[in-house]
């Protein structure tokens, strides 16, 4: 842990790396409980094969996670005060609190079931089918593909749906990263988190371009009308 360098970006992702191969190893101190209970019940008072005991790994096993744990609220917290960020300090408070509730397994990581469930719980309607519009979401987030975001892209999405802008370039940057830099959104990442009657509304008003619709000339001609 005190060898990791680099940027506070940089840094967060190492440490969110060695968490998630920590937290890989706790069966292993499962299995010695069992074998502790093992040498207890069999009255064996010394063991010749390791110094160690189990009290002392225990103590370890939970320095280490405290150590983890302070140096990741750290790291974020350095990458939030270097972030530009839109959103009040109240809302980056909710979404972690969300975060940190549906990281079940506590690497600092949201799978796609867990970002569903996260998402569910701050109110959007988003479909658990394969192909639908939760895959559209965690597409949009998750931009090196291996199915799991951290925070610093959830609240990176968080903020793109969240912000209200008056300004064009706002607009058209909330609808870039909700379509995956495309120059064109489709219905499903539309529906992803919007509602029905405003989807609805956005399709019968945009041009049809690609696969999808044509955001940035809408945006234009919405906000020069």
Request: proline share 2%.
């Amino acid at each position: 842990m005190s060898g990791i360098s680099g940027s506070s970006d940089q840094q967060l992702k190492h440490v969110n790396e060695r968490q998630a191969q920590v937290a890989g190893h706790s069966a292993a101190l499962t299995e010695l409980q069992d074998y502790n209970q093992r040498i207890e019940d069999a009255q064996i008072a010394e063991n010749p094969y390791t110094e160690h005991t189990l009290d002392s790994l225990k103590n370890t096993w939970v320095a280490l996670n405290t150590l983890i744990k302070e140096k990741v609220t750290a790291l974020e917290k350095e990458v939030l005060a270097k972030s530009d960020t839109g959103l009040t300090p109240d809302q980056v408070k909710e979404f972690k609190e969300c975060f940190t509730h549906f990281d079940q397994d506590k690497d600092n990581f949201l799978n796609r079931l867990e970002l569903g469930a996260c998402l569910k719980s701050l109110g959007q309607d988003v479909s658990f089918e394969e192909g639908g519009s939760l895959d559209t979401v965690l597409k949009a987030i998750d931009h090196d593909g291996d199915g799991c975001v951290n925070f610093e892209e959830f609240l990176k999405y968080m903020e793109s749906i969240s912000t209200v802008s008056d300004t064009p370039s706002a607009v058209k940057d909330a609808f870039k990263i909700l379509a995956n830099d495309k120059d064109y959104i489709t219905e499903a990442e539309l529906r992803s988190v919007l509602p029905p009657e405003k989807v609805a509304y956005l399709i019968k008003n945009m041009k049809k371009l690609g696969d999808g619709y044509d955001y940035k000339s809408w945006t234009d001609h919405a906000y020069n009308s």
